[in-house]
């Protein structure tokens, strides 16, 4: 029996809902192949656990979660707390703290989805997000606050090192596409250093991996290229903030926030990796039981391969394609269904 710790995180809003029913759904498939299984932790580390303890993640909190052979995540965000501080309190705490310098999000039309893209069915990328500096490298300061002279600085800090493992990544991540092709994504016309430095380890890299074929775009240019040219993309490498844009801009073109997936990966393995849909807490659904546990089960199928459970994964997606195509939609994707009908339908594919 192979056996995985995973440590489960719902925190805030609908992303109690939605780790439930990808729980729900991994502990189905465990049960019915019998070769694997998950002990899971869960862990209250939430806006709310915030507001009575003045913390997100209690002291030695990092610790403990380094025994975890992966993290599952929900979603944090609360309408208590400022969104600077949720972020920085459990997120990134745990992102950069472990090293997962690699945010890889795969795009594309799940079968029986529509996409707002007349072309959607031509989407199928995978965005790499530099995950651990640029514009999140918490590098700024505020000064004078509150008078007319107040100022504030924000600065992106990119290290040869950052950059370089990174463009590495995507390429090795090209070489595993059918069509090999690697997009570079920056803005280094306005932008004349960091990005600049981004675009040249980009070619130094590249002359390690002949077979990618690369192109250049810069992030307000590709954005109309993957509404208009979906088909010319493929693998696309970005900072943290310009691929954290377009990811929600792929997960829409999609057809919904609800399905796109994440993996906060240490790719070394000397840390637990992270895997959260792309969506946020969801005040205005939560609650309601109807928030689309799509995004989450795609989520939990990265998990598994992550952990070496490539046939799992790909039976999990097996079984979450044929639901989307049946046309059990939650309301974000047109449908009438609730979480709990759509877990169910998984779970009843994974086990007939
Ligand atoms: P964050 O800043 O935490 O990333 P966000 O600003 O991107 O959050 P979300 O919480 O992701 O916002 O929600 C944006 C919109 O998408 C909301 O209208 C929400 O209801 C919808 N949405 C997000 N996730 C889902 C889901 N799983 N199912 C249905 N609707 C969703």
Redesign the pocket.
């Known amino acids: 029996m192979r056996r995985y710790k995973i440590a489960a995180i719902p925190a805030d809003?609908?992303g109690t809902e939605?780790i439930e029913a990808g729980l729900e759904v991994l502990n189905t498939l465990a049960a019915r192949d019998g070769g694997f299984a998950l002990e899971v932790e869960h862990f209250p580390w939430s806006s709310d656990y915030y507001l009575q303890h003045g913390h997100y993640i209690p002291k030695g909190g990092l610790e403990r979660l380094k025994q975890f052979d992966a993290i599952f995540f929900g979603?944090?965000?609360s309408q208590e707390v400022p969104?600077h501080i949720s972020l920085w309190g459990l997120r990134l705490p745990i992102a950069q703290g472990f090293d997962q310098y690699a945010n890889v999000r795969p795009a594309r039309v799940l079968p029986g989805v529509k996409s707002p893209l007349h072309n959607g069915k031509d989407i199928d990328w995978v965005i790499i997000r530099e995950n651990s500096e640029g514009e999140y490298a918490g590098h700024g300061g505020r000064a004078h606050k509150g008078l007319p002279i107040e100022v504030g600085t924000e600065t992106a800090v990119f290290t040869r090192a950052g950059v370089e493992r990174i463009h590495r990544f995507a390429f090795e991540q090209a070489m595993k596409r059918p069509r090999k092709q690697l997009t570079l994504v920056t803005k280094s016309n306005a932008q004349r250093f960091g990005m600049v430095m981004w675009d040249e380890i980009f070619a130094e890299v590249a002359k390690d991996y002949p077979e990618v074929k690369t192109n250049r775009e810069l992030v307000d240019a590709v954005t109309t290229r993957m509404v208009l040219k979906p088909q010319t993309l493929d693998v696309i490498v970005a900072t943290n903030l310009h691929a954290d844009i377009l990811s929600?801009l792929a997960a829409a073109l999609s057809g919904?926030?609800?399905i796109g997936p994440t993996a906060n990966l240490n790719p070394e393995r000397d840390f637990p990796s992270m895997f959260e849909?792309i969506?946020?807490?969801?005040f205005?659904?939560t609650g309601k039981g109807?928030?689309?546990?799509t995004?989450t089960f795609w989520t939990a199928a990265l998990m598994l391969e992550h952990l070496g459970e490539a046939e799992e994964a790909r039976r999990l997606m097996e079984a979450v394609e044929a639901v989307t195509a049946s046309g059990l939609h939650?309301p974000?994707l047109g449908g009438t269904a609730t979480t709990a009908q759509v877990t169910r339908a998984v779970c009843d594919y994974l086990q007939g």
């Open positions: 809003g609908i939605v979603a944090v965000g969104d929600d919904s926030l609800g849909p969506h946020g807490s969801a205005d659904i109807i928030a689309n546990p995004a939650t974000d």
